[in-house]
């Protein structure tokens, strides 16, 4: 499978705690997104990187999350001190820019948090 | 980027068409329109983009109204498998830092028997 993979698939963590999620993008696509999604809430948008370089955080993006692609390829979020109101689930994409300034986005099947 | 306005939820039959409208009444001139959609526990998945032109893929159509107000997602037979939320998204051209998606609450499309 050569798509957008995420790990863990689910992760349960006590308030407090904290959690790491990776994500692996399609190979050859240089730009990675996180997104979150509530319940019967669209995605909304967290971070993106361009190759290692992020170029754009959401206000969403507390001084608790923390996001890195140290190499340009892997991702991992990080969210410290959990709380419950980060119970949510968490969607990685990558895309590569196509001629004409537009482009797609793959998204990868998601981490879902439970925090207790 | 535009805002859209989409039904929350509608229902097909198995085999019919289904037609998915959208309104993007604001959307800018260089604002493309790009449909997403949703199956339970999975990621949002690529359909469809256009700009101006009508676009068709082995997915789906995509109808955009002549003066860009509006569009209409056409699965020509759906199947008990399209049944998901639909998002309809319109975003500026990629620029660098205008590259995330902004999702509203879609439309839930149910295809029935």
């Known amino acids: 499978d050569t798509g957008v993979s995420q790990d863990p698939r689910h992760k349960i963590t006590k308030r407090g705690q904290n959690v790491t999620f990776r994500c692996d993008p399609i190979s050859e696509h240089n730009r990675l997104y996180w997104y979150r999604q509530t319940l019967g809430q669209g995605p909304e948008f967290l971070t993106y990187?361009?190759?290692?370089?992020?170029?754009?955080k959401s206000r969403l993006l507390s001084d608790r999350f923390s996001a890195e692609r140290p190499k340009g390829s892997f991702s991992t979020l990080e969210i410290q001190r959990t709380e419950q109101g980060d119970s949510a689930m968490y969607l990685c994409a990558s895309s590569l820019r196509l001629a004409g300034g537009s482009y797609e986005q793959y998204f990868g099947p998601g981490t879902r948090l439970t925090v207790t | 980027d535009a805002k859209t306005t989409q039904p929350t939820s509608m229902d097909c039959a198995e085999g019919r068409a289904a037609n998915l409208p959208c309104n993007h009444s604001t959307i800018s001139g260089n604002e493309y329109v790009y449909w997403y959609r949703q199956i339970h526990s999975q990621g949002p998945q690529y359909i469809i983009h256009?700009?101006?032109n009508n676009e068709t893929n082995e997915m789906a159509s995509l109808i955009i109204t002549e003066d860009r107000k509006s569009s209409t997602l056409i699965l020509p037979h759906a199947t008990l498998r399209d049944t998901a939320v639909y998002y309809c998204?319109?975003?500026?051209?990629?620029?660098?830092?205008?590259?995330?998606?902004?999702f509203g609450t879609g439309t839930r499309l149910q295809v029935t028997l």
């Open positions: 256009g700009l101006k």
């Open positions: 990187f361009q190759n290692e370089a992020q170029l754009e």
């Open positions: 998204i319109v975003r500026a051209p990629d620029t660098g830092t205008a590259s995330k998606l902004t």
